[in-house]
Nanobody
Framework: QEQFVESGGGLVQPGESLTLSCLGS????????IEWYRQGPGKEREWVAGIDYDGYPRYLDSVKGRFFVSRDNTDVTVYLQIENLEPEDSGVYYCMGANVWGRGIQVIVSS
């Protein structure tokens, strides 16, 4: 079954760091870029970062320097490390590849 499963979300305080994981099925992970999207409360889903199969990262300008994307092709996992979390980072984070979406994982940044 083709799927992605996100993990690593939760409640964190402003200023803390968090790493999200996205575990994929081999047939949709291998050879494909993987993208991370975020949907904040009452907001549209927006793209925040992506990584090509060869490891080349791409970022939304507003998150550069705080978001870091990486992948382990052996473990078919993509990571999104978020540093210095802000309340505006709250939302549901989704990974997507080959037009297959994960179910999302919630991140709440609050003191």
């Amino acid at each position: 079954q083709e799927q992605f499963v996100e993990s690593g979300g939760g409640l964190v305080q402003p200023g803390e760091s968090l790493t999200l994981s996205c575990l994929g099925s081999k047939n949709i992970f291998n050879g494909n870029p993987i993208e991370w999207y975020r949907q904040g409360p009452g907001k549209e889903r927006e793209w925040v970062a992506g990584i090509d199969y060869d490891g080349y990262p791409r970022y939304l300008d507003s998150v550069k320097g705080r978001f870091f994307v990486s992948r382990d092709n052996t473990d078919v996992t993509v990571y999104l490390q978020i540093e210095n979390l802000e309340p505006e980072d709250s939302g549901v984070y989704y990974c997507m590849g080959a037009n297959v979406w994960g179910r999302g994982i919630q991140v709440i940044v609050s003191s």
